[in-house]
Nanobody
Framework: QVQLVESGGGSVQAGGSLRLSCAAS?????MGWFRQAPGKEREGVAT???????KYVDSVKGRFTISKDNAKNTLYLQMNSLKPEDTAMYYC?????????????????WGQGTQVTVSS
């Protein structure tokens, strides 16, 4: 029961960078980024716990960085070296758990999504 608003999506060429932001209406213990491409299942991209421990899906390790600004209740996803396969709708999500997984099950609050398109 937290409002989440994503921003920062857009269209870039392969190798480019984008930074996504997610503004939350209140503090939450677990937050993450998920993405869904047409015809594919939604997958967890990155999550961050209240102690700043992070987890990433293998396909983005070394390229994406999740971070947060607790004072502003804002979540970020810095995306570098973007590839065409990163093209998807990206969603911010929040869960009331201490141990934050990549799976969607405990996430009960979701943003509207922001589109990321990477061209070759």
């Amino acid at each position: 029961q937290v409002q989440l608003v994503e921003s920062g999506g857009g269209s870039v060429q392969a190798g480019g960078s984008l930074r996504l932001s997610c503004a939350a209406s209140r503090k939450v213990y677990c937050m993450g980024w998920f993405r869904q491409a047409p015809g594919k299942e939604r997958e967890g991209v990155a999550t961050i716990e209240s102690d700043a421990y992070t987890k990433y899906v293998d396909s983005v390790k070394g390229r994406f960085t999740i971070s947060k600004d607790n004072a502003k209740n804002t979540l970020y996803l810095q995306m570098n070296s973007l590839k065409p396969e990163d093209t998807a709708m990206y969603y911010c999500a929040a869960a009331a758990v201490i141990w934050c997984p990549l799976g969607p099950a405990p996430f009960s609050s979701w943003g509207q999504g922001t589109q990321v398109t990477v061209s070759s």
